[in-house]
């Protein structure tokens, strides 16, 4: 079993390895999907003290708001949601929402509705790359995102192909039963039940609301599981306690937010997490201090034309070259900071 995991990896490294020697191909004419998927269940009420609003909730809004001031050269929108036991369409991308109409339907009220019950995270991610897939009229240059909120626990996904308990370490993609499995699959080949050895259509870019505490509190579980800040939002969600998650050790409940960490990096996408008191990006901020000034703007302007890595952040559209709409996005969000 272990040789076939490794040999899964280096099956999928060399594939996106090989990916990265040739020419970039991007045509004036390619068009982005990106879907926004963002988990609506309970938990997402847990407080997070850095955000405006003050809940992970809020924090996964201003992402995607924040994300969606991304300029690029021809893209559409869909934004779904994600709770009970399965996703809700709340803007398809035949409404063609321009990237300022997305962002005020996210602030509108009661726009995306507010947070409750479980988390159906399998489902909803099986269900985005199908919809992208299957029911999109792609061309061959156009480019998929399925940018993802959440604080990640599968917990709800039923009568459906990416349902399955989850892997004890959330890591292990040759356990066919479980949902981690089929949801790698199902993003790297479109089919859950077949192991991906090909280079994957859609990146996922997934922001992980992650709570430090749960790390800390798993590791007393056993003296104390009611306390344990995992197992409470869980309960919150009016969740059953899945077995392997009341034993998890520390580590475990750490690689929860690898899984993410996974699908973004082996998709091409970004990883990025946050604790309740970490600052948010600033949209157009390319060298890391928060604030878009001159300096971003010449790190930019210095670099147009260069190939990057999609997740480069001199390449705000993700479209693997430092481009004019790169620049658009640094001079959009010309003097703005986050605190
Ligand atoms: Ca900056
Ligand atoms: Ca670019």
């Not at 061309?139 to 990640?152: E, I, P, R, V």
């Not at 090909?198 to 997934?206: E, K, Q, S, T």
């Not at 392997?244 to 699908?263: E, H, K, M, T, W």
């Not at 998709?267 to 060298?287: C, E, H, I, K, M």
């Amino acid at each position: 079993m272990k040789s076939f995991l490794r040999n899964y990896r280096f099956g999928l490294a060399g594939a996106l390895a090989a990916l990265a020697t040739l020419p970039v191909t991007s045509t004036a004419d390619a068009r982005d999907y990106v879907l926004l998927l963002i988990d609506r269940s309970g938990s997402m009420t847990i407080p997070s003290a850095g955000t405006p609003g003050g809940t992970r909730w809020e924090t996964a809004k201003q992402l995607a708001i924040s994300d969606l001031g991304v300029a690029a050269a021809d893209r559409k929108y869909a934004i779904w949601t994600f709770d009970g036991t399965t996703h809700v369409e709340h803007v398809p991308f035949s409404d063609d929402l321009s990237r300022e109409q997305a962002q005020d339907f996210i602030r509108s009220s009661p726009g995306l509705g507010a947070p409750g019950s479980t988390t159906p995270l399998a489902g909803a991610i099986c269900d985005a790359v199908d919809h992208m897939l299957l029911d999109l009229p792609l061309a061959a240059d156009d480019q998929l995102f399925l940018n993802l909120y959440s604080d990640g626990l599968e917990n709800a996904t039923v009568m459906h192909p990416c349902e399955g308990p989850s892997s004890p370490d959330h890591l292990n993609p040759t356990d066919p039963d479980t949902w981690e499995y089929k949801v790698f699959n199902k993003l790297f080949n479109g089919d859950p039940d077949i192991p991906g050895r090909v280079a994957p259509r859609v990146v996922a870019n997934a922001a992980v609301l992650f709570d430090h505490e749960i790390a800390i509190f798993a590791d007393k579980q056993n003296q104390n599981p009611s306390k344990s800040p995992l197992i409470e939002s869980l309960l919150r969600e009016g969740a059953p306690i899945p077995p392997d998650v009341s034993a998890f050790p520390s580590r475990a409940v750490s690689q929860l937010g690898q899984f993410f960490r996974f699908i973004a990096d082996k998709t091409g996408g970004r990883y990025r997490a946050f604790a309740p008191t970490s600052r948010l990006p600033q949209v157009g901020d390319v060298n890391g201090d928060y604030c878009v000034n001159k300096k971003d703007l010449s790190l930019v302007t210095a670099s147009l034309g260069s190939s990057v890595d999609r997740y480069s952040p001199l390449d705000p559209n993700q479209n693997g070259v430092v481009d004019i709409y790169d620049e658009e996005t640094v001079k959009k969000h010309m003097g703005q900071c986050k605190q």
